[in-house]
């Protein structure tokens, strides 16, 4: 049961060290009982406090690791409802189901796909990086999951109702940390004594959350925490509001019982790829840890590779590009250079119309924090003498020698300072204040 | 510990907005789809869209779907109603824009008045996003349609007194436009009830992100506005919620650039009509009332994901 930061805090040393990064151990205290620290931020916590704080310093939703190595996939630890209240911290794994009854060719694809297929977006590798294993016995499961291992070292589910099955398939890769699925109310004691023999993650799955509630129950007093929640929802609907329940229960009630990370399965949902990746587009929005695909075409892993980011990414951390030299439209020496922040939205709106006016250009993405061009000028970062040694250090000079730069229309007044900064025969030119009108102000463009 | 499903009380309510002949937006007593513990009378509505003068630029996913029917406004809205049962149109009139062909008002509504009478769908008319022509030209649809229940805008701040003014005389609700802050789209609500809009004739744009081009940063804001609206009652936020989305996302990279220049990407096709689809289908999510949408497939997908979430066994948490 979650206790209360007056009841953490007498379990506190009470020095007020500041080292857990918090003012004060009562605040550090407040932190824990809202579940957004961890104990172990504390270096004088005692042994006695940790048994008894453990429990309800344990994030709401329990975090659990499967695989290991490149692909492994780390999910839980979550304790908002809405991404703006802090943050969702950890992407859910994008994976595929793999059968015994695929042909060589098949699984080969898929298995290339894991080790191969990944996209650069905003700095971040995104890529699937899951398995799940289905085979007809305990033998064929074995067989597929060690091949799989070996081809790709994907983080591996294993799907078998038998826990003899997954018992002979988990046993050879069990420091790979494979998840078992699933235990049932049938089978739970069964599968629950493989995952403890092998110290691995296994999943619990009921076609009601009272069902698996009950499972979750189980799990806890087995005193098993690496577990995965399966609610089998049947429709779309359901994945919605199974998902939510879920989530509110473990955040808002701490509700440890269903104080776990969740799978879904859209490629059981439907036979319609497209409207399969349209279903795995609600689990990533809504909360689910790890999700599992029919196929790898990257024409839908992209999109809801990039939803995961769009999703998980720290809305207290605006999205930054890189600072540097970015061409578009291919351009040449004569192209016009145009200077602007690393806000990511800024850089997509500006390198989107640049792209759209079809004429080439060289835009100059400087390193403000993330920030927009008006708030970066305000606190001092987009200004002459900060902009000025940006663009001479930039390399710009050499694939652009015409010393022109074009910066944007809402900071025209630095324009005349730039220039001194600048020196050299460099000539500023003011651009137009919202991104929409820069085809126009392109095509009529020419150096000063 | 037994569980016991935890039920949201809601206390606000989303206003219903009646548009075209006799259909609704809004009128929510939930947050998206929450039908467990609430209603959504007015499942949310697929706008598709129309363009006033044809659009060379398209990628071909969409370009091959309307290159029949560009540069005839009328048979593009009757395809998109007839073929691809669109619930709406929206007529997009780039036509308008200054920068552009810079047709003139009167020309616009007459294209808008033609529209309006060859469909049977409710119409949604747009402007080009420059302040003071769309001023001219939404007062001048206004004026030509005067007992129509046609949505304009976009209106700002800027131009909010003027098209206020307009839509008021003439029954018109405004699709009131703000840059992606929850403040600013409440403040704006302000500005136009002050003015004597109804507050059951304001539609929230709150500016529409593309999958990988801003839309976590709406997706958060339209949580944001639905938090407002419902658990905090806040009835200046309560209004149902416009996104744009077709031409944002029809603009990103990644649903148009060919296999050929980005090899690992895949079906071009594929991906354009996924990056609407995934874009729509998260906005139903945080809070969507109108979808305007452009691929037929897209759209189709979108479709079959409003009736899959409304496809609850809620008798798993009635107790």
């Avoid at chain 1, 629950?192 to 999943?203: C, G, K, N, S, T």
């Avoid at chain 2, 129509?148 to 009131?176: C, E, F, T, W």
Wanted: proline letters at 6%; charged letters at 25%.
């Amino acid at each position: 049961m979650a206790l209360s930061g007056l009841q953490i805090f007498k379990l506190l040393a009470k020095t007020n060290c500041k080292e857990c990064g918090f003012p004060t151990c009562m605040a550090f205290a407040m932190q824990l009982a809202a579940g957004k620290a961890e104990l172990d931020k504390c270096p004088y916590v005692s042994d006695e406090a940790k048994a008894a704080l453990g429990e309800a310093s344990a994030p709401p939703v329990r975090k659990v690791t499967v695989g290991a190595g490149d692909l492994a996939v780390t999910v839980g630890e979550e304790t908002v409802m809405y991404r703006h209240e802090k943050r969702f911290e950890h992407m859910p794994g994008l994976g595929v189901m793999i059968t015994d009854a695929m042909d060589d060719a098949q699984v080969d694809t898929l298995m290339r796909q894991l080790k191969e297929q990944q996209f650069n977006y905003v700095g971040r590798t995104l890529r699937p990086r899951v398995a799940a294993i289905k085979a007809a016995d305990g033998a064929a499961l074995a067989a597929l999951a060690a091949k799989v291992d070996a081809g790709c070292g994907a983080a591996l589910v294993l799907v078998s109702d038998d826990a003899a099955a997954l018992k002979a398939a988990a046993e050879p890769l069990k420091d790979k940390k494979p998840l078992l699925y699933a235990a049932s109310e049938s089978n739970f004691d069964a599968v629950a004594a493989v995952a403890r023999e092998l110290d691995v993650p296994f999943a619990i799955k009921a076609g009601t959350l009272d069902k698996l509630a009950e499972l979750g129950q189980k799990a806890l007093d087995g005193d098993f925490k690496d577990v995965v929640l399966d609610p089998s929802s049947s429709s779309l609907g359901d994945v919605l509001m199974d998902q939510t329940l879920i989530r509110r229960s473990a955040v808002k009630k701490t509700f440890r019982a269903l104080g776990f990370p969740t799978i879904g399965f859209p490629c059981n949902m439907t036979d319609d790829r497209m409207l399969e990746a349209v279903y795995a587009s609600v689990f990533i929005a809504k909360y689910a840890g790890f999700v599992i695909l029919s196929d790898l075409d990257p024409a839908r892993t992209l999109p809801l590779l990039y939803l995961s980011q769009n999703i998980y990414t720290d809305p207290q951390k605006p999205m930054q590009m890189d600072q540097g030299i970015y061409p578009v439209n291919d351009p040449g020496p004569e192209a016009p250079i145009i200077v602007t922040t690393n806000f990511s939205l800024t850089y997509f709106t500006v390198s989107s119309e640049v792209e759209a006016s079809k004429m080439p250009a060289w835009l100059a993405i400087m390193d403000v924090e993330g920030q927009s061009v008006l708030t970066a000028w305000a606190a001092g970062k987009f200004v002459a003498d900060a902009i000025a040694p940006f663009l001479k250090k930039s390399g710009i000079e050499e694939k652009a020698p015409h010393k022109n730069v074009i910066i944007p229309g809402y900071v025209a007044q630095i324009s005349g300072e730039l220039e001194e900064e600048l020196g050299d025969g460099w000539q500023v030119q003011v651009g137009v204040r919202e991104a929409a009108d820069i085809p126009k102000f392109l095509r009529q463009w020419s150096a000063a | 510990m037994s569980f016991e499903p935890p039920i949201d009380q809601i206390k606000g309510k989303i206003r219903e907005v009646a548009i075209g002949q006799n259909a609704k937006i809004g009128g929510e007593t939930t947050f998206p789809f929450h039908l467990w513990e609430g209603d959504m009378p007015n499942p949310p509505m697929i706008a598709m869209e129309v363009y006033d003068e044809p659009q060379p630029g398209w990628p071909e996913a969409v370009r091959k779907v309307y290159e029949d029917v560009m540069g005839d406004p009328v048979a593009w809205a009757k395809k998109c109603q007839d073929e691809f049962g669109a619930d709406a149109i929206v007529l997009q009139l780039r036509s308008v824009d200054p920068n552009g062909t810079d047709a003139s008002a009167e020309a616009a509504a007459a294209t808008v008045k033609q529209v309006n009478d060859a469909i049977s769908v409710p119409l949604i008319v747009l402007g080009t996003g420059s302040p003071e022509k769309d001023t001219e030209v939404l007062k001048k649809v206004a004026e030509t349609m005067p007992d129509d229940l046609i949505p304009i805008g976009p209106v700002d701040d800027s131009n909010h007194r003027q098209i206020g003014a307009a839509a008021m005389g003439y029954k018109k609700p405004v699709i009131a436009f703000t840059s992606m802050d929850v403040n600013l789209a409440k403040q704006l609500n302000v500005l136009l009830t002050q003015l004597g809009v109804p507050e059951d004739k304001i539609i929230i744009d709150p500016t529409t992100g593309a999958l990988g081009y801003g839309l976590d940063y709406c997706y958060s804001i339209m949580e944001r506005d639905r938090l407002a609206a419902l658990a905090q009652n806040d009835s200046k936020m309560q209004m149902p919620i416009f996104n744009n989305l077709a031409p944002e996302t029809w603009k990103a990279k990644e649903a148009k650039v060919s296999e050929e220049e980005e090899p690992t990407f895949g079906d071009v096709e594929t991906r354009g009509v996924l990056w609407e689809a995934i874009t729509a289908t998260s906005l139903l999510l945080c809070g969507s009332d109108v979808l305007v949408m452009r691929h037929p497939q897209a759209v189709k997908l979108v479709r079959t994901a409003i009736d899959g979430l409304q496809a609850q066994a809620k008798e798993k948490v009635a107790s």
